[in-house]
């Protein structure tokens, strides 16, 4: 058989990049403003700057710097201009991603500029400018199926979603995996009520009671504080849809997943360290647990949703995908992909999901999302403490 | 919507065991109910939206409720067979 490809940027160390990204990030968020400021001027930059990166401790402060190491050494990034504040802290990070990705980084921090933030701009557009010129040599080549880190994420899911959107990235996902390549699902609480279903997947009976642990301490947090998860958690766009209770969503998120093996449990943020189908102990919101997927590597997202949800990442190109006949029908500018025919029965899964497999070769090798095409994505830090 | 459909069903049992059938479309009057290859009629007693669910078999309050195979609340009421089974007579019995 002959081995599946993608045209990628092959990188010299981890797995190629499927977009050729400057990134421009901001460490902090005093200098926020001024990563902006020299991304705006610099055409081809993708901007992510956090508003946080002082009077953090912890768990917390450990979390957010995975997540910036991780979001600088995504393999979509051709090269990474690193601003911050201090000396010490930027070339910590910088230190953190050139561990993980052996791309062009450039740092530059208030300190080498007196606190000058309008020089910081000018010398960030000068450096920007020369690696965006650099990168820019790049050339996409065939690189093989087993490279792709793709995360899997449903937002505004309705019964479509269950039946159809998500059994179909399930159906994708062990292609993938099948192809040597490495999945990751996220959105702990909407395991809540399918433990009995995943639990038996894990590899080891240490990474299934892993999977109870992570859901358990959730529904620990929500009950602690007292709160209903419905109107919540199924949400109202949920209910709208015909879905009824968190167990119910579960049921049907958990398709995703599809058949095989699950490796591991992953930290947020944490990048995997085997091939195959991995899950991310991390919030249910998008843009957050999105950023998880990104800050550990994935160079694509596959997002199911039923009446539509237009959010993607930045960095990772965000494939979006609906079942519901009367979305797909209605929104002219968002479904990457349309699944309907599934859920009325005119397309088998095998069919529609090695259709799904060719369209995701093709987004991975540069064709544009429609999120790209209409300027759509964001990177959205999580915290996880208070600040001090 | 009306399109008639070609394929001969306009609702879903997803396991055998389930409690309830999900609609394919916006559904009155009578649902054709697919389970596995078999397709049976039955008689609806309300509307019930694309997506939403509908029970296969009078349930009494207090019924665990199952779909997909497992169990996705308790019936806080009782429901007729061809009734409504959403958030005003189903509760989550998780995170409570």
């Known amino acids: 058989m002959v081995e599946r490809t993608f045209l990628g940027f092959s990188r010299p160390r981890g797995r190629a990049g499927t977009r050729n990204h400057l990134l421009v990030l901001g460490i902090n968020g005093l200098i926020a403003a001024t990563a902006a400021r020299a991304a705006s001027a610099l055409p081809f930059a993708r901007l992510v700057a956090t508003p946080y990166g002082r009077g953090q401790f912890g768990p917390d402060k450990e979390c957010h710097f995975r997540q910036l190491a991780g979001i600088g050494a995504n393999p979509n990034n051709g090269a990474v201009l690193i601003i911050g504040v201090d000396r010490k802290s930027a070339d910590d990070v910088a230190a953190a991603v050139s561990a993980r990705a052996a791309v062009p980084i450039e740092v530059l921090t208030l300190d080498d500029t007196h606190e000058d933030a309008l020089e910081l701009g000018v010398r960030a557009i000068r450096a920007g400018a020369s690696l965006s010129r650099d990168i820019s040599r790049a050339r996409r080549e065939a690189v093989p199926l087993s490279e792709l880190y793709l995360g899997l994420e449903c937002g505004h899911s309705d019964a479509s979603s269950g039946l159809a959107a998500n059994p179909l990235a399930g159906a994708l996902a062990d292609r993938l995996v099948d192809a040597g390549g490495t999945i990751v699902i996220g959105e702990t609480i909407e395991w809540l009520g399918a433990e009995h279903a995943l639990s038996p997947r894990g590899v080891t009976p240490e990474t299934g009671e892993a999977i109870v642990r992570a859901v358990a301490a959730r529904e620990a947090a929500v009950s602690a504080a007292g709160i209903d998860l419905i109107g919540n958690n199924p949400g109202q766009e949920n209910i709208r849809g015909g879905l009824s209770t968190i167990e119910e969503k579960s049921l049907g998120a958990i398709a995703k997943a599809g058949t095989r093996p699950i490796i591991a449990l992953l930290s947020f943020a944490e990048p995997p360290r085997r091939p195959g189908l991995h899950l991310m102990d991390g919030p249910s919101f998008s843009p957050e647990s999105m950023t998880g997927f990104v800050a550990s590597g994935t160079q694509m997202i596959l997002f199911t949703t039923g009446p539509g949800n237009s959010y993607c990442s930045l960095l990772a190109p965000t494939i979006k995908i609906s079942a519901n006949p009367a979305a797909s029908a209605q929104i002219r500018n968002q479904f990457d992909f349309d699944a309907s025919r599934i859920f009325e029965g005119r397309e088998t899964l095998d069919a529609a999901a090695d259709r799904l497999l060719d369209e995701a070769v093709a987004f991975a090798s540069g064709m544009l999302t429609w999120g790209e095409a209409v300027g759509e994505g964001a990177e959205c830090f999580t915290r996880i403490g208070a600040s001090l | ?96």
């Open chain 2, 1 to 96: 919507m009306t399109v008639e459909d070609e394929s001969g069903w306009d609702a879903v049992r997803i396991a055998p065991g389930d409690h309830v059938a999900v609609a394919l479309r916006d559904l009155q009057g009578n649902a054709r109910v697919r389970t596995g290859d078999e397709i049976a009629v039955f008689a609806l007693s309300e509307t019930i939206p694309l997506g939403h669910k509908f029970a296969l078999s009078d349930l009494p309050a207090g019924t665990e409720v199952r779909k997909y195979g497992a169990p996705i609340g308790v019936l806080t009421r009782s429901v007729d067979k061809g009734g409504h089974v959403h958030v005003h007579n189903l509760r989550s019995q998780r995170a409570r």
